[in-house]
């Protein structure tokens, strides 16, 4: 029996030699140790053998198996060692490889040019604050005095949502809602949205941006408002940036005028863009606060004066970047955005 034993562990053992995965493992064991195999049958033939060498026999026989389990046990954790070195050679990230870039966004050039709107009134002192883009008829034209005859209050010119509801076509109706808070004096700046049923062309949009700014204290003078003005301009544009201020008519402010800057393409010599004036297309309207507007709000006209403008801030944008069409704005060209 030992004779037989020696020579099974010795084929096991050349056998095992040759064995490189899992599976040629599998098949040894069962070559060996399975119901048929090798070791099994000659534990079987124990039953032949004379009483007294019954013991011995099978001690042999179980000290073999021992032996090939472990070697096989062995066997199997050096294959599984050489497969995962082998993953992770084969898995190795090469971090030179070429892979899409990634391209991140950044706020539209409108976001920009109102951003950099409110921070400059911010310096001068101004709260910045937000408003509503749907607003009632009350405080977009009742509270700002204007006649139920006033053209803008049409449904030609506003988008009404119903009688008494509409999206804003200006942001004067801030003027009304802060001055209705009763906390003077009042220094504040509300940009965002507004929407009116114009045409479209280079300079109109139906969907536009508008800054309003509103001043509300003792003694609040016209050359209040032109300093607010030029500082502000010149802030945005630069120092040689000229004003020209040119009377106008707004129920809400009395006296009332609009306001162009120096043409940024010609810089005022007269050229095809400006039609040869050396202006700027107009950029805001403004002017001193009606007194009814304050006594509406529940303002002491006599003891308080006021001044208010709102300026079209994608104009601003086209002036500051010297762009000739609105559209340009809205248009979502990539190779227009990447340029900011
Ligand atoms: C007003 O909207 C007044 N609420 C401004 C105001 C405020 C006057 C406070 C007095 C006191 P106006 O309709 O002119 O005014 O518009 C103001 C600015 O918005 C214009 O100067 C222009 O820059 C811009 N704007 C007007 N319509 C459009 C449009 N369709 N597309 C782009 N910008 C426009």
Not at 244 to 264: A, G, K, M, N, Q
Not at 307 to 323: H, P, Q, S, T
Request: aromatic letters at 8%.
């Amino acid at each position: 029996m030992e004779e037989k034993l020696n020579k099974v562990l010795e084929a096991f053992t050349k056998d095992l030699e040759g064995a490189n995965d899992l599976a040629e493992l599998e098949n040894l064991r069962i070559k060996y140790l399975g119901k048929k195999g090798e070791v099994t049958s000659l534990k079987k033939s124990i039953a032949k053998l004379p009483k007294e060498e019954k013991p011995k026999a099978g001690k042999l026989i179980n000290q073999t198996s021992s032996k090939i389990e472990e070697s096989l046990a062995k066997k199997n954790e050096e294959i599984k060692a050489i497969l995962l070195e082998k993953k992770v050679k084969e898995e190795t990230i090469d971090v030179t490889a070429h892979f899409d870039k990634y391209e991140s966004g950044h706020f539209a050039v409108i976001n920009q040019t109102m951003e950099e709107l409110e921070s400059i009134f911010q310096n001068m002192g101004f709260d910045v604050i937000e408003g509503p883009e749907v607003d009632t008829v009350k405080y977009v034209f009742d509270d700002l005095n204007s006649p139920k005859d006033h053209p803008a209050r049409s449904t030609s010119d506003t988008f009404y949502i119903n009688e008494d509801v509409l999206l804003r076509p200006h942001t004067s109706s801030m003027q009304i809602r802060v001055m209705k808070e009763g906390k003077l004096p009042i220094r504040m700046v509300s940009a965002g949205r507004v929407f009116r049923n114009d045409e479209v062309d280079q300079t109109h949009s139906p969907m536009f941006h508008q800054l309003e700014c509103l001043v509300v204290d003792e003694k609040v003078s016209m050359a209040n408002l032109k300093a607010t003005l030029e500082t502000f301009i010149k802030e945005m544009f630069g120092e040689d940036m000229n004003l020209r201020y040119r009377p106008h008519h707004f129920p809400f402010t009395e006296p009332s005028l609009e306001v162009d800057v120096t043409c940024p393409v010609c810089k005022g010599e007269g050229c095809s863009s400006c039609g040869n004036t050396g202006w700027s297309m107009e950029l805001l309207g403004g002017g001193m606060v009606h007194p009814k507007v304050l006594e509406a709000c529940g303002i002491d006209s006599e003891k308080y004066t006021g001044f208010a403008f709102g300026l079209g801030v994608d104009r601003i944008a086209m002036v500051k970047y010297g762009l000739d069409d609105i559209r340009l704005l809205y248009d979502n060209d990539k190779r227009f955005i990447e340029q900011f």
